[in-house]
């Protein structure tokens, strides 16, 4: 796929300036938590698919699986290491000083890791070309855009394996419907 104005505006809009917006949006930040927490969600993939969404692209499933495993070993090896670090200090952190500063640290250092994933990223897309086909148009409705990504980021049906008690479904079906609805669609390039 080349489709110069749709690659032009993913330059103009870089990832990380859009997670920020995106994040910032009613709702969005607990249904990423709630989407990482509990349905073991890589929200900077889920960041970057919004982003594709929003004008009018999507990942091609196999060069997808490359980079989602270069990704997935980013945040398994850097981010997750740390958050697992931030996490085990909260309640040491609530009553000494210098953990609470340590813990601020690795937060800052969360969040440096999750930037440096979301560049990667918007790396990878940008190097689209009509040889790899990395990318192609999407033709998702508005209506249709939390299956979509229901599809796009688990292997198995959530009904399956994936969240075993109904109400681990319900909240993952939640979080992806509330992340849907404020994602808004760009208009097609003229």
Same mark, same amino acid.
Request: proline share 4%.
């Given at each position: 796929?080349?489709?110069?104005?749709?690659?032009?505006?993913?330059?103009?809009?870089?990832?990380?300036?859009?997670?920020?917006?995106?994040?910032?949006?009613?709702?969005?930040?607990?249904?990423?938590?709630?989407?990482?927490?509990?349905?073991?969600?890589?929200?900077?993939?889920?960041?970057?698919?919004?982003?594709?969404?929003?004008?009018?692209?999507?990942?091609?499933?196999?060069?997808?699986?490359?980079?989602?495993? *270069?990704?997935?070993?980013?945040?398994?090896?850097?981010?997750?290491?740390?958050?697992?670090?931030?996490?085990?200090?909260?309640?040491?952190?609530?009553?000494?000083?210098?953990?609470?500063?340590?813990?601020?640290?690795?937060?800052?250092? *969360?969040?440096?890791?999750?930037?440096?994933?979301?560049?990667?990223?918007?790396?990878?897309?940008?190097?689209?070309?009509?040889?790899?086909?990395?990318?192609?148009?999407?033709?998702?409705?508005?209506?249709?855009?939390?299956?979509?990504?229901?599809?796009?980021?688990?292997?198995?049906?959530?009904?399956?394996?994936?969240?075993?008690?109904?109400?681990?479904? *319900?909240?993952?079906?939640?979080?992806?419907?509330?992340?849907?609805?404020?994602?808004?669609?760009?208009?097609?390039?003229?």
């Amino acid at each position: 796929m080349r489709d110069s104005n749709r690659l032009q505006r993913l330059q103009q809009r870089p990832l990380w300036d859009f997670a920020l917006a995106l994040y910032a949006r009613p709702g969005v930040e607990q249904a990423c938590l709630t989407l990482q927490d509990e349905a073991g969600v890589d929200v900077c993939e889920l960041l970057f698919h919004c982003w594709l969404y929003q004008q009018g692209l999507a990942a091609s499933p196999g060069p997808l699986a490359t980079i989602r495993a *270069e990704r997935m070993a980013w945040q398994q090896q850097v981010t997750v290491t740390l958050r697992t670090l931030r996490r085990r200090l909260k309640p040491e952190a609530a009553h000494n000083e210098a953990v609470k500063a340590l813990r601020a640290t690795l937060q800052s250092a *969360e969040l440096q890791a999750e930037r440096e994933n979301l560049q990667r990223w918007q790396q990878w897309a940008l190097g689209s070309s009509d040889a790899d086909a990395r990318l192609t148009k999407s033709d998702i409705s508005q209506h249709n855009v939390a299956q979509w990504l229901q599809d796009t980021l688990f292997s198995t049906p959530l009904d399956n394996d994936l969240c075993r008690a109904p109400r681990g479904r *319900e909240s993952t079906r939640a979080a992806l419907f509330a992340l849907a609805s404020q994602l808004d669609r760009c208009e097609s390039p003229r």
